[in-house]
């Protein structure tokens, strides 16, 4: 529509009611059939694509607690922090020659907050599309299990305290990895019906 010349407007005024499947099977169904549309959608709006920006500085220290995460070693974390420390020195700097004199406590809660919010964007990237492959990597490598674990309850939680739902955590967990699961699984096929594996294809990009 945007392509066409037509101005989209967000109205959050209104109710739309859903048809929602309320058994498991038709809910990984659904889930699965609307992962298919990926592979046609991109090779009808092929400039579409998915693009995701990396802050230098942020990426290295969410790099190092991964690090950690798969060696199962304490020795990246120091290194991690003091890349905060010099991020955050520097992002009082800026804020400082804009007229903004903040406290570098402050600043270093919300650049920490900030590597969270980077870390959820990849993981939930990584659950979307790469579910399957990253499940069979942990069985291959056991010491990739943790990060695989800690991705799923960390990106879930993220998710479960946005969305609230009226579940219990648990019960929210599982649904969120059969909805993950099914919805990448047909990425998959219909990127292979297609011919087209481009909707995996991701344009990085430093800020």
Same mark, same amino acid.
Not at 100 to 111: D, E, G, Q, T
């Given at each position: 529509?945007?392509?066409?010349?037509?101005?989209?407007?967000?109205?959050?005024?209104?109710?739309?009611?859903?048809?929602?499947?309320?058994?498991?099977?038709?809910?990984?169904?659904?889930?699965?059939?609307?992962?298919?549309?990926?592979?046609?959608?991109?090779?009808?709006?092929?400039?579409?694509?998915?693009?995701?920006?990396?802050?230098?500085?942020?990426?290295?220290?969410?790099?190092?607690?991964?690090?950690?995460?798969?060696?199962?070693?304490?020795?990246?974390?120091?290194?991690?922090?003091?890349?905060?420390?010099?991020?955050?020195?520097?992002?009082?700097?800026?804020?400082?020659?804009?007229?903004?004199?903040?406290?570098? !406590?402050?600043?270093?809660?919300?650049?920490?907050?900030?590597?969270?919010?980077?870390?959820?964007?990849?993981?939930?990237?990584?659950?979307?599309?790469?579910?399957?492959?990253?499940?069979?990597?942990?069985?291959?490598?056991?010491?990739?299990?943790?990060?695989?674990?800690?991705?799923?309850?960390?990106?879930?939680?993220?998710?479960?305290?946005?969305?609230?739902?009226?579940?219990?955590?648990?019960?929210?967990?599982?649904?969120? !990895?059969?909805?993950?699961?099914?919805?990448?699984?047909?990425? !998959?096929?219909?990127?292979?019906?297609?011919?087209? !594996?481009?909707?995996?294809?991701?344009?990085?990009?430093?800020?």
């Amino acid at each position: 529509m945007r392509d066409a010349g037509w101005k989209i407007q967000y109205l959050p005024c209104g109710t739309v009611y859903h048809a929602h499947r309320s058994r498991l099977w038709p809910f990984m169904r659904r889930r699965f059939d609307y992962g298919t549309s990926e592979g046609l959608l991109q090779q009808l709006h092929p400039v579409r694509g998915k693009k995701m920006l990396l802050p230098p500085m942020l990426t290295a220290i969410l790099l190092l607690i991964v690090s950690a995460l798969i060696c199962l070693s304490m020795l990246p974390l120091p290194f991690a922090a003091l890349l905060l420390l010099i991020d955050g020195g520097l992002t009082r700097r800026r804020m400082i020659k804009q007229g903004l004199n903040l406290s570098i !406590f402050k600043i270093l809660s919300a650049r920490s907050r900030a590597v969270g919010s980077l870390g959820y964007y990849i993981g939930y990237h990584l659950l979307r599309y790469y579910l399957s492959p990253l499940i069979i990597t942990a069985f291959i490598y056991p010491p990739f299990a943790p990060l695989v674990l800690c991705l799923l309850l960390g990106v879930g939680l993220v998710d479960y305290r946005v969305r609230q739902p009226e579940m219990s955590l648990p019960g929210f967990y599982l649904f969120y !990895f059969l909805e993950q699961l099914s919805y990448g699984s047909g990425v !998959f096929w219909g990127c292979f019906k297609m011919k087209s !594996f481009a909707s995996y294809r991701l344009d990085l990009k430093g800020v």
